[in-house]
Nanobody
């Protein structure tokens, strides 16, 4: 059974940094694009970033461009999201999602990021 597990969320002050990890299991990780998507309770989903499989090219949403960096380690089956200069509006549950034919496929359980002083 395909599994994605996020970790690394927490409470951080505005201007601070966090790095999220997405560990994956039981699929050919190297062959798939992986997204980060976030959701604020009561609001819709916001796509954050995606990293291609090969070459490992990243793409970012406008609201995080220049502040967030997505990367992957194919030897470990892990995707990272380095988040810098965090703002209160970055507060959300962050999910990693496997891309399946250019649509959101399998999801992790999410990790909460709270940016507050």
């Amino acid at each position: 059974q395909v599994q994605l597990v996020e970790s690394g969320g927490g409470l951080v002050q505005p201007g601070g940094s966090l790095t999220l990890s997405c560990s994956t299991f039981r699929f050919a990780f190297y062959a798939y694009w992986i997204h980060w998507v976030r959701q604020v309770p009561g609001k819709g989903l916001e796509w954050v970033a995606v990293i291609r499989s090969d070459p490992q090219v990243p793409y970012y949403g406008d609201s995080v461009k220049g502040r967030f960096t997505i990367s992957r380690d194919n030897s470990k089956g892990v995707v990272y999201l380095e988040m810098n200069d965090l703002k209160p509006e970055d507060t959300a549950v962050y999910y990693c999602v496997r891309d399946e034919s250019f649509a959101f496929g399998s999801w992790g359980q999410g990790t909460q990021v709270t940016v507050s002083s």
